[in-house]
């Protein structure tokens, strides 16, 4: 061992056992400051297989990992700046597909759109019913895809989020002849025919300022006293999603993460090797430190 690899060698302390949510990992003991680039490197890659192997929660997972490598700021700020982009592109009609068309009791509306288009609505007119845009347009079902290589590493092959939620339309009243020239109050979605034409700010102001769960939403079967309205379920869909923001950042947070525990460091865990030190004692019981192919061969 060169002058140079002997001031970086060291020698793997004992691994420790830590309690994460309702279960237990071994892992290598807190990184700390005065700790060597091949020590962190060596605490990362074991501290990371550890946690990765309980099933937990991605948010915890990422909690535990930031805490125990001693770079919390670092994984807060990815997890900030992930979810955050969720949180402001949900509702862009730019990574939306409209799906489907639903009344208030969560059932499909096959007759609201304009034939030929199944995603752009009937207008709000006068004259024939099948004419004119129906009562109760209540929901929009809607896939979102969105793309995450603006946050990615380049080298990352899964970049898209994907998910599929409901969005609440506001309901409002209007005058409107039938075919018979006879005025009804028309109660329904009052607002664009082609949802994809709105701006990010004009989604904000015409729906989600109007609505009361300004969130991608899950529709349950009504309750058996409310047959014909659809439970809105909010929370139990945005904790989901959340959840696949933070598993599909999990390979950024571990290449940033490693990145500030060792700069311009090779990830290769088999490099720490050439790094590591093994004490023994032989039969005079004095203690030899050796590098681990010495030890080996």
Not at 137 to 149: E, G, N, P
Not at 249 to 271: G, I, Y
Request: negative net charge; contains cysteine.
């Amino acid at each position: 061992m060169d002058h140079q690899a002997a001031l970086e060698a060291f020698t793997p302390k004992e691994t420790v056992t830590i309690s994460v949510g309702q279960y237990h990992a071994q892992v290598y003991v807190k990184v700390t400051p005065d700790m060597l680039d091949f020590e962190r490197s060596f605490a990362f890659h074991q501290t990371v297989s550890a946690l990765k192997l309980l099933p937990i929660d991605p948010q915890l997972l990422l909690d535990t990992l930031g805490n125990q490598l001693n770079v919390s700021m670092v994984v807060d700020g990815i997890k900030f700046d992930w979810l955050n982009y969720y949180r402001k592109n949900w509702y862009n009609m730019a990574h939306l597909t409209l799906l489907s068309f639903h009344n208030s009791a969560g059932t499909i509306m096959n007759n609201a759109t304009i034939a030929g288009n199944a995603h752009v609505l009937k207008p709000i007119q006068d004259g024939l019913l099948n004419d004119c845009r129906p009562p109760d347009v209540r929901f929009v079902r809607t896939k979102l895809s969105l793309d995450y290589r603006p946050l990615m590493h380049k080298d990352q092959d899964n970049h898209t989020l994907e998910a599929t939620f409901y969005v609440e339309l506001p309901q409002s009243g209007a005058q409107v002849l039938d075919g018979n020239g006879n005025p009804r109050n028309l109660v329904t979605w009052h607002g664009a025919a082609d949802l994809t034409t709105l701006s990010v700010d004009q989604v904000k102001a015409d729906i989600l300022a109007n609505v009361p769960y300004a969130t991608p939403i899950e529709l349950n079967p009504g309750a058996f006293n409310v047959p014909n309205a659809a439970l809105v379920d909010p929370d139990k869909l945005e904790v989901e999603i959340e959840k696949r923001v933070l598993l599909l950042a999990m390979t950024t947070v571990e290449k940033d993460v490693f990145a500030t525990l060792c700069p311009n460091f090779s990830s290769k865990p088999h490099a720490i090797l050439e790094h590591m030190k093994q004490a023994n004692c032989d039969e005079d019981r004095n203690i030899i430190v050796q590098s681990f192919q010495q030890y080996y061969t």
